[in-house]
T-cell receptor
Framework: DARVTQTPRHKVTEMGQEVTMRCQPI?????VFWYRQTMMQGLELLAY????????DSGMPKDRFSAEMPDATLATLKIQPSEPRDSAVYFC????????????FGPGTRLTVT | AQSVTQPDIHITVSEGASLELRCNYS??????LFWYVQSPGQGLQLLLK??????LVQGIKGFEAEFKRSQSSFNLRKPSVHWSDAAEYFC??????????FGKGTRLHILP
């Protein structure tokens, strides 16, 4: 049963610390998306990769957030330094990249910054 | 610009009753449309999708949705809900280049 995996599932950290979230997309998928979900804002697209190349990171605060795909099986989202307002659930999703928008989501990383 | 409106923030139905969740979209061309479900503490699961063809699409867990171009709607239906259907439901529209735009979600509550 192919699925997107994310680690860690939960992270509690202090303000100012670096946070790294990892995602393994479904094998064979060539698009990867990072979303942030909060009660106030709902689901926000942070970054988007196709064939490991970043295509759109306009939704991401550039000063503290960075997203990369070191290889086809790993995507990372890093926050440095973290702030309490970054507390949210971060989802990774992957897709076949056929232009249709069909995406499959991981279970998310719940981040709490104190 | 594309957008999705889910007019109902919360819906409460009795177990065994029928369900319809509303979704309206704004898109210039033929849209790609999706419904996702999110159970508490879980990620989003794709329920069903519409790309083209038959306007009534069947999904998992007994759900179906009907694309109505004249009304710019893609409402989700289920003839008889189960307590396990309690969750948040998101309608989404393809925004080009594999991106999708999500609605704000409708939280479904089930009365025993």
């Amino acid at each position: 049963d192919a699925r997107v995996t994310q680690t860690p599932r939960h992270k509690v950290t202090e303000m100012g610390q670096e946070v790294t979230m990892r995602c393994q997309p479904i094998l064979g998928h060539n698009t990867v998306f990072w979303y942030r979900q909060t009660m106030m804002q709902g689901l926000e697209l942070l970054a988007y990769f196709r064939n490991r190349a970043p295509l759109d990171d306009s939704g991401m605060p550039k000063d503290r957030f960075s997203a990369e795909m070191p290889d086809a099986t790993l995507a990372t989202l890093k926050i440095q330094p973290s702030e309490p307002r970054d507390s949210a659930v971060y989802f990774c999703a992957s897709g076949l990249g056929q232009g249709l928008g069909e995406q499959y989501f991981g279970p998310g990383t719940r981040l709490t910054v104190t | 610009a594309q957008s999705v409106t889910q007019p109902d923030i919360h819906i409460t139905v009795s177990e065994g009753a029928s369900l319809e969740l509303r979704c309206n979209y704004s898109y210039g061309a033929t849209p790609y449309l999706f419904w996702y479900v999110q159970s508490p503490g879980q990620g989003l699961q794709l329920l069903l999708k519409y790309f083209s063809g038959d306007t009534l699409v069947q999904g998992i867990k007994g759900f179906e949705a009907e694309f109505k171009r004249s009304q710019s709607s893609f409402n989700l239906r289920k003839p008889s809900v189960h307590w396990s259907d309690a969750a948040e439901y998101f309608c989404a529209v393809g925004a080009g280049d594999d991106k999708i735009i999500f609605g704000k979600g409708t939280r479904l509550h089930i009365l025993p």
